[in-house]
Nanobody, 129 residues
Framework: QVELVESGGTSVQAGGSLRLACVASVDPFRRRCMGWFRQAPGKEREGVAAIYTAGSTPAYGDSVKGRFTISRDNAKKTVFLEMNGLKPEDTGMYFC??????????????????????WGQGAQVTVSS
């Protein structure tokens, strides 16, 4: 049974930083895109960042480029989201997602929900002004 468990969500002041972590039980962990998505109340879930391997080019949503950094530790089956310069509009539930198993790197990971078939329960991030 696949399980993704997020941690690190909390409340923070605008301009602050947070680091989210997601431990995945999916096997194998390698050769899959791992992504972070977020959903604000009343809004669609949007892709924030995604990564295939540590050496590949990550994908970022336009609203977080330059502020957020995604990384992964394959040995620990963990993906991280480092968030700096947080803004109130970054508030939302952050979800970790695992994509399908691939045969190799085929380009930057998708930020579309359809590219992922395993999801965590989410971690709440609240940024106050």
């Amino acid at each position: 049974q696949v399980e993704l468990v997020e941690s690190g969500g909390t409340s923070v002041q605008a301009g602050g930083s947070l680091r989210l972590a997601c431990v995945a039980s999916v096997d194998p962990f390698r050769r899959r895109c791992m992504g972070w998505f977020r959903q604000a109340p009343g809004k669609e879930r949007e892709g924030v960042a995604a990564i295939y391997t540590a050496g590949s080019t990550p994908a970022y949503g336009d609203s977080v480029k330059g502020r957020f950094t995604i990384s992964r530790d394959n040995a620990k089956k963990t993906v991280f989201l480092e968030m700096n310069g947080l803004k109130p509009e970054d508030t939302g539930m952050y979800f970790c997602a695992a994509g399908v198993l691939t045969v190799g790197y085929v380009g930057p990971c998708s930020l579309l929900r359809s590219g992922y078939n395993y999801w965590g329960q989410g971690a709440q991030v609240t940024v106050s002004s």
